[in-house]
């Protein structure tokens, strides 16, 4: 098996033992990248030099007989809407192309006090506005398992980088399920976790409530050490949670005796795809049969859950995006006319008109129209009174169980250009990731199976805020109670 084929957790055994070298790692890396990248598409840009400088470094503590961080010498990609000092950060877009940031993202810098190696930074949905990874500015990812299909967003390119293994680990952003869906398109783990828990200073804004930063690895055990690395309290960032981070590989080895699990009626309604279905019901019967106790049980506010969130969120865009005028950085329309006053209004409507793509023109109207007046408690009012409920649900749940379990998609990996003229039917590809979003919950996405077609399908594990350990727990017991059964 080739390095770029093995887990961080095992890669970290053989650089302990003197097997292999860091550099040795990111060259197979680099390699495997230049081999199936153009395929792909999964990245942006490239940081092999610097990270053949962090790799070095690795190896040149491990030959002075230093101990290492678990993660040190891994590489790992970073999606474009996170900062990184002096390397591309554009959220895939034309309005912020060639923008170098003069810091590091608080998640960056811990990458790099571990010692990880940051390989490149992820192609994405426009400011993270998608599900398929179809909006990039600089064009489509595609899904490693059928390169004719997406592979999910907006963190699509995240995902596909560690599923086509072009990186070990990636980061990603979870704003309504853009980690943990394109986690489930392409068959790779996905944790979002509790809303506060990392920091988000330094991930560019689409909307401040929702987004929060997560990982993308091919097994838990590295979802866990990653963890680990980017949690805690950030003084730079006001939304973050003083509280103390566990140490989550220590809650891998227990069992599931005595874990209740509620599974919602509402989740696998109509509309779903029978494989998926299916898929993830044999898969909560399986971890039944070691010990933990599943039980169907109600989220009656469910079905409000995409107007809600659509409402918000778009909401929230509108008012972040509105520093991207043409003034202070990025993209700038040059555009000309007698009058001072209407020259500066031409130039701010043309520099939004060029600078962003169609999706984002969308949603920052439709934020704008549910602000306005005459229209603020009838649209966004009411849905923060919705938010309310949908929280109120899981807080219910949470009183009788220790998690939920449910799809992450109601279909797997759809074909490029299936959905992107349908804007209604491309948002409903988060039906089931959103609730999640709205309550600020951790949430995780494991594979579970294979569609008839070979596509991967995920199902989604969901705590109480701050509970990631159980999350950790279940998703382990979970991976391997689904190990054996292929056995």
């Given at each position: 098996m080739s390095l770029y084929e093995l887990t961080a957790h095992q890669l970290h055994n053989l650089l302990?033992?003197?097997?292999?070298s860091a550099c040795e790692i990111l060259s197979e890396t680099i390699n495997r990248i230049e081999q199936v990248e153009p395929g792909i598409h999964g990245y942006l840009c490239n940081t092999f030099d610097t990270g053949m400088e962090q790799a070095k470094k690795v190896d040149e503590m491990i030959a002075q007989g230093q101990d290492i961080h678990p993660l040190a010498g891994i590489p790992i990609a970073v999606k474009d809407n996170i900062c990184t000092k002096s390397i591309p950060t554009t959220c895939a877009s034309k309005i912020l192309e060639g923008f170098k940031p003069p810091y590091d993202a608080t998640v960056v810098e811990k990458l790099k006090k571990a010692n990880m190696v940051i390989i490149g930074k992820t192609n994405m949905d426009e400011f993270a506005m998608g599900s398929s990874t179809e909006n990039s500015a600089f064009g489509p990812t595609h899904n490693p398992w059928d390169l004719e299909r997406v592979p999910g967003g907006s963190s699509g390119g995240s995902a596909a980088v560690v599923a086509s293994c072009e990186a070990t680990t990636a980061i990603g952003s979870d704003t309504g399920g853009s980690i943990r869906q394109p986690a489930s398109f392409c068959g790779v783990v996905g944790m979002k976790p509790t809303y506060g828990r990392v920091s988000r200073y330094g991930l560019i804004a689409y909307a401040s409530s929702f987004d929060q930063i997560g990982?993308?690895?091919?097994?838990?055990?590295?979802?866990?050490?990653?963890?680990?690395?980017?949690?805690?309290?950030?003084?730079?960032?006001?939304?973050?949670?003083?509280?103390v981070v566990p140490d989550y590989l220590s809650c891998l080895e227990k069992d599931l005796k005595g874990i209740k699990i509620g599974v919602p009626t509402e989740y696998f309604a109509q509309g779903i795809d029978t494989e998926v279905k299916s898929t993830v019901l044999d898969a909560i019967n399986l971890i039944s049969?070691?010990?933990?106790?599943?039980?169907?049980?109600?989220?009656?506010?469910?079905?409000?859950?995409?107007?809600?969130?659509?409402?918000?969120?778009?909401?929230?865009?509108?008012?972040?995006?509105?520093?991207?005028?043409?003034?202070?950085?990025?993209?700038?329309?040059?555009?000309?006319?007698?009058?001072?006053?209407?020259s500066l209004l031409n130039m701010y409507r043309k520099t939004r008109s060029e600078g962003f793509g169609d999706e984002v023109r969308r949603r920052i109207m439709l934020g704008t129209y549910a602000?306005?007046?005459?229209?603020?408690?009838?649209?966004?009012?009411?849905?923060?009174?919705?938010?309310?409920?949908?929280?109120?649900?899981?807080?219910?749940?949470?009183?009788?169980?220790?998690?939920?379990?449910?799809?992450?998609?109601?279909?797997?990996?759809?074909?490029?250009?299936?959905?992107?003229?349908?804007p209604l039917q491309m948002y409903l590809a988060d039906i089931y990731t959103v609730t999640i979003n709205l309550a600020g919950l951790p949430a995780i996405s494991i594979p579970c199976g294979f569609s008839k077609e070979g596509l991967p399908i995920g199902l989604q594990i969901i705590c109480k805020a701050f509970d990631e350990e159980m999350l950790l727990r279940i998703g382990?017991?979970?991976?391997?109670?689904?190990?054996?059964a292929k056995k």
């Open positions: 302990i033992s003197k097997q292999i990982s993308l690895t091919r097994d838990v055990t590295d979802a866990a050490l990653l963890m680990k690395v980017i949690s805690g309290y950030d003084p730079a960032d006001s939304t973050s949670v003083k509280i049969k070691n010990g933990a106790l599943c039980e169907n049980i109600s989220m009656p506010h469910t079905e409000y859950a995409i107007s809600c969130y659509y409402i918000l969120v778009t909401s929230e865009a509108s008012s972040n995006l509105a520093r991207y005028d043409g003034v202070q950085y990025g993209y700038r329309a040059e555009h000309r006319t007698q009058s001072t006053e209407h602000l306005s007046a005459g229209y603020y408690d009838a649209y966004y009012l009411k849905a923060q009174k919705v938010r309310t409920m949908i929280k109120q649900d899981f807080n219910k749940a949470f009183e009788k169980y220790d998690a939920l379990i449910t799809p992450v998609s109601p279909f797997p990996a759809f074909k490029i250009g299936e959905k992107v003229d349908d382990f017991a979970m991976e391997k109670a689904l190990d054996r």
